[in-house]
Structures are given as structure tokens and as C-alpha cells.
């Protein structure tokens, strides 16, 4: 038995044979490198972003913990308790009106005691560093000054009360942890509100309660601590490990999406890797033989050309993650203003790694096979390939295939928030591989079957889909996911674009007004009617409170009780908007129960939301518990409703008989539909200064802002998507070339019989024109419903995908193909007859 060869004498043949411009394995190069690339930004991306939020906790919360409660301060036992812990500062939120006597604008009003803020530091416009403002005077937003129109030293007006600008904000600490705010943000004394008017009871204001710690407890003992002394309080309380949770769960589920987008681009390059690796080897046919008749051993071969093979690979993986880091800063200085990230070079060592690991292990499945099929022949064997073609040798093959792949579903679970998505989508992966295989072998066995048609060109197009040798598997396979690439691309974008153009501006008001008096509702709807004649003017009551119980009666289940909450049950996190109603509000529509009858006195009823009840296992009949400015209520549920949360009216979980809540102290909220024509100026400083204490959102700058982020969203999974079509179109180019290789012995041969060039050419288009139609139909049916899955599942959004426009894509992925198809047909009508013989 002869001895292997040592692996330093394989490694001075392969790199003797090894092109030092990897000829014959740039497809492999391109496929790496944009398969790593994507993975490595946006794994360091992810992790940047997640570790700036962990390291910036404190600061983007302002305190160890944070107490939320709507319309009321926290009382003394609550604080005492509170202070415990270490050192407070209370804060107020609401929505506000400030004006000029010549503008007005919506402000987010945040007043903060003397103590704000416990860390971080507001950087004021030329770089003066400050805390809380004086009596009398506020720090405002840049956006709020331009529009009112006014500087440091200018007096504007909140409420009831003339303020004086100290200073404008150049960066606020905590401006992440407040959220998705409705207007430009105001900063005041603590006290501020209450002098203007602005808190009176009733009025739509949130209590932030932020904490320090004195010493060093664990923020969820603390957080455990304050829910079990307080489990009915309706406290939302934050941690400074979740000082944004919005912002949190938005980079995970981007960045869980965005890898699983990576993913798919490495494994569609995975089929490229195997084609190229394929027609790499093909082409060296004679090098193996020949090393094989010079007495190399199976073994030594499969050493010569994985080091061949891991050598490229690992040069494109490498130049992958160099793309990657490089790339990094451009999308950090692009979201830098949204989240919390460094703008300069980022690395992280652990995703480039794993993006490393995920290319590297993709190559191996993928030139596993082919690899170990060309050590497996006899040189004989490997002389007449072109006219006896190697079979496969799969059994071979299928216990490294089987490691490879173990290995890549354990590495994109490590790490991974949603398993089972990943698992759904790798098995996807897996399950439409397979598909577009068996679909590639049933068009073969189709054309074997079918009758051979009277055209030539027809005929020997048929042929070469199953003949032996014939790349149809391959070839379905390569172009099934590349095409299935495009229409999931187009699918994903034009239902992206309809649900952010198509359904919100259409039926949205044009103003919302918060804390309009109860008792000046008919005033207030004179006003608007004064200044706007014909604008539709729908108030509601608008009250805050948190469910505490729900289910039969004297068996309900607390919800402090509930170790987790059911799935979809959000509306029993914290406090919710509550209302009461006559009659059935417009866009909703009864799915079980009744609505209690006009002027209604008897026992308190409400009508639930259908989902809600649905997620908790709520019915008809059975009672639920709401705290409300520290009292609990109790009410039957009388039906349950389906919302169109579309309409952008108000859209209320839980309405209310009117004789449960009608005694509570509450405002109204109002919603403004302007007439179509010229927009009546002055409308803002009319309601202003006849309701100083009401607030109004203009839904024009709201919806635009609101389009902006999804437009961004949109853009990230178009950028991110773009990688897996290029690395499609690669492959698409992959497949062809060698396709190529294997025709040019049949070229050759129909050459010398006669055969003219533009039969040749007619014969390649039938073929790929034939392969291209068949696929056409497989890969709208699949690109669609995995763009559904995306759409509908993933990101909770509707199904409004634009089908011209798919086709289009579509149409132009096969015009993609025959034009490839007819590129790489040409070089082989170059080929001299006589010469290629030679070389066969």
C-alpha cells in the first residue's frame, strides 16, 4: 500500500497548479466574498448596537430603574418605598401645545426636577453643559425653535404660562429610552406643568420615576421588589439592561432577518460553489489523470485540490470580511441618529468569526461532492469523461455533506434569538434544494418521455435534457433559486411599498387634540368649525388604566400572578388608552356578544378586543378588572370586536358602557378631517389660544416621519436582499459556464456534421428557453410565498404585492438567463474543430 502524500508536497503541487488569480475558482471567490460580506456587517453592525445599548444603559435610561404610571404622581408609600434604593428624580411626559403670537407647534413637554439627570449630561448649542432648567425658563428642541421661530432669550408660550428659552439642545441623554415621539421635545422645571395647567385632572400625562442606586443591588431584584409591594399599582417598569426596549427588539429582529437574508445568499452561492468547484475540476481532468497514471494515490488527490479549493475559499472569506468591516462605518454614520452606535471603524471579533465560519463550512458541503467524485475514478475513467460521463458517487459523499451541515445549523443557532425561526429557515433552505432537484429530474423524465418533434433544433434541445451527462439537474437548481431570488425580492418591495404608500394617508385625520375639557366639547367643535367650515370634528372619552384580572367571575386570574405573558397579550402590559361609547364605533364590527342598548344603566359592561381575548382565552360572559387612578373597577364582557387598526381613528382594546366610567375624571380626545381644498391657515393658533391646555398633533409631519423609518426599513432589506441577488446572478453565470464546458464536445461534433452557427445558437436558446418557461411558473409560485411568509408572518404586515411588477422582474431574470445563455454560447462557435478534437 503505498504511503499519502505528505501534506507539505501536496500543498507545492496544488500551488504550482493553483493560478495566482485563482482562474477557474473566481466563482467560488465572488460567491464568498459576497455571502461573508454581507454576514460579517451585519453580524459586527448587531453586535455594535447591542453593545453600545448594554454599555450606555444608565445613561439611555437615566437612572438603574425607571417607574412609569399614567395621571398621577407616585404617593408617599410608593416614593419611600422607591427611595430605599437610592436617590430619585421625578419626571413628567405629555403632549403640548407652544406658541407664538405667530406660531404653533406639538412639543413632547418633558419636565424634570433638579436632581435630572442622575447620569449623562444635556449639551446645550455651543457646548455648554447643563442639568435641569431654571424657574421660568425651558430648553428646546432645534426643530420646536425653527418652527415657532424663536431663540435663546425669546419668550414662548406652554399652557397658561409665558416661558422663557434658555438654551437649545444639542443632545439630550435619555432621548432614546423615551420612545416614538409625536413632536418636538421642551424641557422644563419640574413644577412647570402643573402652574400652566396642564396636569389638571383628567389630562393625558405620564410620571417617570427614575432611580439611582445607592449601592450595588441587581436592577431585577429591585424591579421584583417594587411589582411584588405594588402588584396593582399599574407600574411599567425598566431596567438599565432594557433602557430602549423598542430599540432592542427592533435590532433583533432586523438583525435575526438580516442574517437569515446572509444565509440565503450563502446558500444560494453554496450552489455556485459547487458548480464552479465542478468545472474547476472538469477542467483539470488531464492534471488528475495524469497525476493518477504517475501512480497518486485517490487520497493524494483529494489533498492536492481541497488545498487548492480551502485556499480560495479562505482568500474569498478573508476578502469578505475586510468588505464587511469596511462597510460598517457607512451604515453606522446612516443610523446614527436613530440608534446609539459608533460612527468610526467597528470590529467584532466574535461575528466576523461566525460569518468566517458560515462561508467556510458553506464551501465545504458544497464542493464536498464534486471533489470527492473526482478521486474516485480511474484514470481511464477520467481520460474518456467527455464521451463516458463520471456518475455520480454520493454514498461517498454524504457522511462529510451530513458533518457540514450539523455543523452550520449548530453555528446559526449559537446565538440565535428565534431558533425556530432559524430552524424553519434552514430547513426551508434544505426542503426547496431538494424541491428544485426532484423538479430538475422530472423534467428530465418528462422530455425522455415526450414525442420527439419534428424540428431538428427541437428535438436535439429535448434530447439534451436527459441524455447522459445532461446538466438539467443543475441547471434547474442554479437557476430555480436565482430566479426564485428575484421574484422574493420583488414580492418583498412591492408589499413594503404598499403598505407605506397605499394604506395610511388615505384615511387618516388631519389633527388629533388631546385634553379637550368634557365640558367644552361643543365649544371646541364651534372653533373648528369657525376657522375650517365643513371639517368633521369625532371626539372620544379618553381615560388610562391597566387590566388587573380577567376570566369567569370569582375565578379571574391576576395578572401579577402570570409568571409570562400569553403571546399577543400586549394590552395587559402596563397601562392602555380606555374609552366608553353609545353606540358601536365606526370600523368595528361584532364578532360574539351584544352591544348594550342606548342609555344603558345596568350592570358595567365592555366590548373587548376579538385578538385580545383570543390571546388570554377571554369569552363572553366573563368579568375583567381595570385599575384607574388607583381604583379598580370590575365589568362583564358583553362581545367581543374585530378593529380595523388601519383606519388611524380612534381604535380602542377595551370600550366601556358608558355608566362604568362616565364619573371618572377624564378629557376628551378629538380627531380633525379638514375639507379637500386650500388647508385654512392660523387653525393651530385659533385652538391654542382658545384651549390652552389641549394639545394637538399635526398627522401630516407624524405620517411622514413614520414613512421615513419604514422607507429605511425598506431600504436595509432591499441593500441586504441586492446581496443575494448578485450572489444569484453569480451563480446564474456559474451554472452557464459550465454548462459551457460540458457542450463543447457536442458543439464540436455537430460542427463537423454540418450543423451552422445560428442552428447552434438556436439550439442553446430552445434548450435554456425551454428550462427558463418551465422554471418560470415553480419559481413565481415559490418567490411569492416565501415573500408572504416575509410580509405576512415575519413583519406583521399585508399582503399587497404589485404583480405587474413581479412579472416584470420576472420576465427580465429569463430575459438575464438567455442573455447569459447566448454570452457563453458564442466562445464555443469560436472553437476550431480540428484543434478541440485534439484536446478531447
Excluded at 396636569?199 to 443591588?217: C, D, E, I
Aim: proline share 6%.
Amino acid at each position: 500500500m503505498l504511503a499519502a502524500l505528505p501534506w507539505p508536497a501536496a500543498w507545492r503541487i496544488a500551488r504550482r497548479d493553483l493560478h495566482r488569480r485563482f482562474r477557474g475558482l473566481r466563482l467560488l471567490l465572488v460567491c464568498l466574498f459576497l455571502g461573508v460580506g454581507a454576514l460579517a456587517a451585519i453580524g459586527t453592525l448587531t453586535e455594535a448596537i447591542r453593545g453600545e445599548l448594554a454599555a450606555q444603559g444608565r445613561t439611555l435610561l437615566g437612572g438603574d430603574i425607571e417607574v412609569e404610571v399614567w395621571q398621577r404622581p407616585l404617593n408617599e408609600e410608593e416614593s419611600a418605598f422607591l427611595a430605599r434604593y437610592g436617590t430619585l428624580s421625578q419626571g413628567l411626559r405629555l403632549q403640548a401645545m407652544a406658541s407664538t403670537p405667530d406660531a404653533a407647534t406639538p412639543v413632547e413637554l418633558k419636565a424634570v426636577d433638579e436632581r435630572w439627570p442622575l447620569y449623562g449630561t444635556l449639551t446645550l448649542e455651543g457646548g455648554h453643559r447643563v442639568g435641569a432648567p431654571p424657574p421660568g425658563e425651558a430648553w428646546i428642541a432645534p426643530g420646536a425653535a425653527e418652527r415657532l421661530g424663536i431663540g435663546p432669550g425669546d419668550s414662548f408660550r406652554l399652557g397658561t404660562r409665558q416661558v422663557l428659552v434658555g438654551g437649545i439642545i444639542a443632545d439630550e441623554p435619555d432621548r432614546l429610552s423615551e420612545g416614538f415621539a409625536l413632536g418636538q421635545t421642551v424641557i422644563v422645571p419640574y413644577g412647570l406643568p402643573a402652574e400652566a395647567g396642564l396636569t389638571a385632572p383628567g389630562a393625558l400625562y405620564q410620571t417617570k420615576t427614575r432611580l439611582r442606586f445607592s449601592g450595588s443591588p441587581a436592577p431585577e431584584a429591585v424591579e421584583a421588589a417594587i411589582e411584588a409591594a405594588f402588584p396593582d399599582s399599574g407600574f411599567d417598569i425598566r431596567t438599565r439592561d432594557r433602557a430602549s426596549p423598542g430599540a432592542e427588539r427592533f435590532v433583533s429582529r432586523m438583525g435575526e432577518f438580516l442574517t437569515l437574508v446572509g444565509l440565503a445568499a450563502l446558500v444560494i452561492a453554496g450552489i455556485g460553489i459547487g458548480g464552479g468547484v465542478s468545472s474547476y475540476l472538469e477542467a483539470r481532468r488531464a492534471s488528475i489523470a495524469t497525476l493518477k497514471i504517475l501512480g497518486a494515490t485517490s487520497a493524494d488527490i483529494a489533498r492536492i485540490y481541497a488545498l487548492q479549493i480551502g485556499a480560495a475559499a479562505l482568500a474569498g472569506a478573508l476578502a469578505g470580511l475586510v468588505a464587511g468591516v469596511l462597510v460598517t462605518p457607512l451604515l453606522t454614520r446612516a443610523l446614527g441618529s436613530l440608534l446609539p452606535v459608533e460612527t468610526g471603524l467597528v470590529v467584532d471579533p466574535l461575528s466576523l468569526l461566525r460569518a468566517a465560519g458560515f462561508g467556510l463550512l458553506v464551501a465545504f458541503v458544497f464542493a464536498a461532492p464534486p471533489l470527492i467524485r473526482a478521486r474516485s475514478y480511474p484514470a481511464m475513467a477520467l481520460m474518456r469523461a467527455r464521451i463516458a460521463p463520471l456518475g455520480g458517487e454520493w454514498r461517498a459523499a454524504a457522511l462529510p455533506v451530513a458533518l457540514g451541515l450539523a455543523a452550520i445549523v449548530a453555528l446559526a443557532l449559537t446565538g440565535s434569538g428565534e431558533m425556530l425561526l432559524t430552524l424553519g429557515f434552514l430547513g426551508g433552505a434544505a426542503a426547496l434544494l431538494g424541491l428544485l432537484a426532484l423538479i430538475g429530474r422530472a423534467i428530465g423524465a418528462l422530455a425522455a418521455r415526450s414525442p420527439r418533434p419534428a424540428s431538428p433544433i427541437a428535438r436535439l434541445a429535448l434530447a439534451n435534457l436527459h441524455r447522459p451527462g445532461s446538466a438539467t439537474t443543475s441547471l434547474v437548481t442554479a437557476l430555480g433559486f436565482g430566479l426564485t431570488a428575484f421574484v422574493l425580492l420583488a414580492a418583498v418591495q412591492t408589499s413594503l411599498d404598499g403598505n407605506i404608500r397605499r394604506s395610511v394617508p388615505a384615511i387618516a385625520p388631519d389633527y388629533f387634540v388631546l385634553d379637550v375639557p368634557k365640558d367644552r366639547a361643543d365649544a371646541f367643535r364651534a372653533v373648528v368649525q369657525g376657522h375650517a367650515p365643513g371639517a368633521e370634528v369625532e371626539t372620544v372619552p379618553v381615560l388610562r388604566g391597566a387590566i388587573l384580572a380577567y376570566g369567569p367571575k370569582g375565578r379571574q386570574q391576576r395578572v401579577a400572578d402570570l409568571d409570562e405573558l400569553p403571546e399577543g397579550a400586549w394590552a395587559l402590559r402596563g397601562e392602555r388608552g380606555l374609552t366608553y361609547a353609545e353606540a358601536l364605533p365606526e370600523g368595528n364590527s361584532l364578532t360574539a356578544g351584544q352591544w348594550w342598548p342606548p342609555g344603558y344603566a345596568g350592570e358595567p359592561l365592555v366590548s373587548v378586543d376579538a385578538d385580545l381575548a383570543d390571546a388570554i382565552g377571554l369569552k363572553v360572559g366573563d368579568y375583567l378588572t381595570i385599575g384607574l387612578l388607583g381604583v379598580e373597577r370590575q365589568a362583564r364582557v358583553a362581545s367581543l370586536r374585530r378593529i380595523d387598526w388601519e383606519s388611524l381613528g380612534f381604535n380602542y382594546v377595551l370600550i366601556f358602557s358608558p355608566n362604568t366610567l362616565r364619573d371618572a375624571p377624564h378629557n376628551l380626545a378629538a380627531t380633525i378631517s379638514l375639507p379637500a381644498g386650500p388647508r385654512p391657515g392660523g387653525l393651530l393658533r385659533t385652538m391654542v389660544q382658545a384651549f390652552p391646555a389641549s394639545s394637538v398633533i399635526e398627522v401630516g409631519p407624524l405620517l411622514t416621519q413614520a414613512r421615513e423609518i419604514l422607507d429605511q426599513v425598506a431600504l436595509a432589506i432591499l441593500a441586504a436582499a441586492s446581496v443575494a441577488v448578485l450572489a444569484g446572478i453569480a451563480v446564474l453565470l456559474g451554472a452557464i459556464a459550465a454548462a459551457r464546458a460540458a457542450r463543447l464536445y457536442d458543439t464540436v461534433v455537430l460542427r463537423v456534421l454540418g450543423a451552422s452557427r445560428a442552428q447552434l445558437l438556436a439550439l442553446q436558446m430552445a434548450e435554456f428557453g425551454l428550462i427558463a418557461a418551465l422554471l418560470a411558473a415553480v419559481a413565481l409560485a415559490l418567490g411569492t410565498g416565501l415573500g408572504w411568509l416575509v410580509i405576512v408572518e415575519l413583519f406583521d404586515f399585508d399582503w399587497l404585492p404589485d404583480w405587474p411588477r413581479i412579472l416584470a422582474v420576472l420576465g427580465g431574470g429569463i430575459a438575464l438567463v438567455l442573455t447569459f445563455a447566448l454570452a457563453a454560447s458564442l466562445p464555443l462557435l469560436r472553437e476550431k474543430p480540428a484543434q478541440a478534437l485534439r484536446q478531447l
